[in-house]
Structure formats: C-alpha cells, structure tokens
C-alpha cells in the first residue's frame, strides 16, 4: 500500500508540473481529485481519516472571501473601477500605473484569483477602447495580482493556508511585507513600460465591447462596508479569520435585491475541489511514512527548511515546478517553523511572476487573452515575468535577511 501510495502521489505532482493528464481530460483539479477519491477507495485512508484531513478553517476562510469577492462583483464594484480607469485622464504609462495600483490594491483584501477573474475582461476593454494593446495592461494585471497578494494573509490561497497552518498574525505579517511589496510594485511597472512602450499603441482587432454590471450603489456600499469591516477584525481581533469570512459570507447571501445564485456562480468552486483534494493526498502521504522520510532525507542532504535562506530558495523552483498551492503545501509537512511563515508566503507568491504556470492568477488572465486572440504565451509572459519574477524576489529576500539580523 505504501507503494501505491508513494505512485498516486507523483503523478498527482506530475499532473501539476504537466496541467493535465495525458489521454485523458483531466486538469490539475481532476487529476488532484483522481488521486483523493483512489486512494481513499484503495484503502490508504478511510474515508473518515480522508474527512478529517482536510482543513476546514483554511477551506472556510477562503470560501468566505470569495463570496464577499462576489459581492463586489454583482454590485458592479469591479465594473466601476473599469469605468473609473477608462474615464482617467491619463496617458499609456500612467494608466498602466493605474491598473497595477487596482490590481495589487484589491489582491491585498480579496484573493488574487477572483480579482483577475473579474477584472481581466475589463481592462482589456479600457486598452482597446483607448486604442491601445491590451497585452501590457494583462500583463501587469497578473503581476500586480501577484506581488498585491503578497502582502496580506488572505491575498491568495497559499498564504490563506501558510497563515492558518501556522498561526501568523495579519498585521504583523503585513508590516513585515508591506515595503518588499511597495518595491516590487514599481519594479513591476517598470519592467513592463520598458518592455512595450514602443509598441503599446499598436493597433490590435476591435472586439465586442465588454457589457459592464451596472452599478448597484446600496449593494456596492454593503460590500464595501463589509470588507472594511472583515480587514478591521482581521488586524486589530483575534477572532478566527475563518468565523469572520464566513460571517461576512452570511450577511452577504442576506439580499432582497441579488439572487443568491448569483454570487455561488462567481465562487471558485474547482480551486476549493483542488485544496480538498490535496489535503487528502497528503494525508495518505503521511500515513504511509514518506513524510517523515522526505524530512530526513532533506536532512541528510544539508537542505533545512528552518534556515531562512534555503527554505525561500528551495521554494521558488518548486513553486514554478508544481504551482505554488502544491510546493507551499508539501513544504509545509517537512515542519516549517512559523517565524519562517513570511519567507515561504512571499517567495512562494513572488515567485508565481517568473513563469506562466507558476501561478494560477497568470493562467486564468492568459486564458481571457487567448479569449480575445491575444497571444499571451509563456514566451510573451517571460519578456516581462523573469525580470519582474527576479528583481521582486531578491527584493524581499533582502529585507527579510534584514529584519533576521535586527
């Protein structure tokens, strides 16, 4: 059984590396949930074991947020920050600045995710209502999404899960990323200004303009007040973060105006079937022993993810190699200690820039492009995402070697 075990488990990672299985149709999703349901029906856990396994809190906080995302999203709060930059007066360069600022901006207190998945479309139709490429504006809104998660606890799902493993403080956290963050939101805006300032203007084929949720003001404010009020308890409370989301999530379904369909359809109901899913398989991991065996073996080998230095090194290629979900989580059972936390969730994050597939953020923009017959290739992602994807994580590995001797 152990074998079996050890088997399902490198080709659920393989199917991470990969995106898919080969000869069937299966995502990473599908492969991740493949795996859960055949160890489970093999007999590697029961299925109490595989129900207990799974991290509710971490579920729960995630789920939560994405509904208060749906708020926003139905109330027309994302379609009004559209309206807002196409009605800017600004030019190429200070409207790139301006998308990179909303995209990190509304990252920092809802998931990456959800914010790309809303405001994607969007900001393609800005550029291309100002004749402009839409490709850089894409661009920096997936690296901005990003490095804007990086800054909070609740800014993409694998800092929801390294801060709820273990234990982090929202504020403390923020404050220890808030200026490596603040650096590599300039550094982004740079890279890509300097990489297509000469072609930005380029004429590119008129599309369908996007039709814009109309703007809900007495649900907008709801929303709005309501995320104000999950950040105040998040900072300055020590309740549970998973109790306050889903109590944001149950004011948010209280609505006579919008049907409650309307904001399940935005949850990412696959990512949360990914993370149940991995949750299980890495309990059959354990389990079979491989867990204490993969520690010692990184032991053995001098590699020791309680020195600063090797574990925000060693999380970069593997965050590229599997996505970041996936490395954060096996980093994570080799006993990552918490005072380590803010070093895992910013490389592991940052490094989501340098390729295409290291962050889902990256996909779910590139997949809008292709949409709308933009090339957004992981050669067109690299121009931009090594520099950007480089620069931004050594910046951090600074300030946090900084911090570590003062």
């Known amino acids: 059984m152990t074998t079996f075990v050890l088997i399902t488990f490198f080709m659920v990672y393989m199917a991470m590396v990969v995106g898919r299985v080969p000869a069937l149709r299966l995502d990473r999703t599908g492969a991740a949930l493949l795996g859960a349901l055949a160890l489970v029906a093999a007999g590697a856990l029961t299925a109490r074991d595989a129900w207990l396994a799974v991290d509710v809190p971490t579920l729960a906080l995630l789920f939560g947020m994405m509904v208060l995302s749906a708020q926003l999203a139905a109330a027309g709060v994302y379609a009004q920050v559209a309206r807002s930059l196409d009605a800017a007066q600004a030019g190429p360069r200070a409207l790139l600045a301006w998308v990179i600022i909303a995209s990190s901006a509304l990252s920092a207190v809802l998931t990456n995710d959800v914010v790309c998945v809303a405001l994607a479309p969007l900001v393609a139709e800005v550029a291309r209502r100002r004749h402009l490429h839409p490709l850089p504006f894409l661009l920096a809104l997936a690296a901005a999404a990003n490095v804007g998660g990086a800054l909070t606890l609740i800014g993409n799902p694998q800092n929801i899960l390294i801060g709820q493993t273990l234990q982090l403080s929202f504020g403390a956290y923020a404050l220890q990323a808030a200026v490596p963050v603040a650096l590599s939101l300039g550094v982004t805006w740079w890279v890509i200004w300097s990489?297509?300032?000469?072609?930005?203007?380029?004429?590119?084929?008129?599309?369908?303009?996007?039709?814009?949720?109309?703007?809900?003001?007495?649900?907008?404010?709801?929303?709005?007040?309501?995320?104000?009020?999950?950040?105040?308890?998040?900072?300055?409370?020590?309740?549970?973060?998973?109790?306050?989301?889903?109590?944001?999530?149950?004011?948010?379904?209280?609505?006579?105006?919008?049907?409650?369909?309307?904001?399940?359809?935005?949850?990412?109901?696959?990512?949360?079937?990914?993370?149940?899913?991995?949750?299980?398989?890495?309990?059959?991991?354990?389990?079979?022993?491989?867990?204490?065996?993969?520690?010692?073996?990184?032991?053995?080998?001098?590699?020791?993810?309680?020195?600063?230095?090797?574990?925000?090194?060693?999380?970069?290629?593997?965050?590229?190699?599997?996505?970041?979900?996936?490395?954060?989580?096996?980093?994570?059972?080799t006993g990552v200690p918490a005072a380590l936390g803010p070093a895992l969730a910013l490389s592991s994050t940052l490094a989501g820039n340098l390729l295409l597939v290291g962050s889902i953020a990256n996909l779910i923009v590139a997949e809008e492009a292709q949409r709308q017959g933009l090339a957004f290739t992981w050669k067109e992602h690299a121009k931009v995402g090594v520099p950007i994807g480089l620069s931004t994580l050594v910046i951090a590995w600074l300030w946090l070697a900084f911090l570590a001797s003062h």
């Open 195 to 333: 990489a297509w300032k000469a072609r930005i203007t380029v004429s590119v084929a008129p599309t369908t303009s996007q039709a814009l949720v109309a703007w809900e003001r007495g649900p907008a404010l709801k929303g709005l007040l309501l995320v104000g009020l999950v950040m105040a308890l998040f900072v300055a409370t020590d309740v549970p973060r998973e109790a306050v989301a889903l109590g944001a999530a149950a004011v948010v379904l209280c609505s006579r105006r919008i049907h409650s369909q309307a904001f399940l359809t935005r949850v990412d109901w696959p990512l949360l079937v990914l993370f149940t899913s991995l949750f299980v398989v890495h309990a059959a991991f354990e389990a079979a022993g491989w867990t204490a065996q993969l520690a010692q073996g990184l032991q053995a080998t001098n590699v020791r993810v309680d020195d600063l230095h090797t574990l925000y090194w060693l999380s970069v290629p593997l965050s590229n190699l599997v996505s970041n979900v996936p490395a954060v989580m096996l980093l994570l059972e």
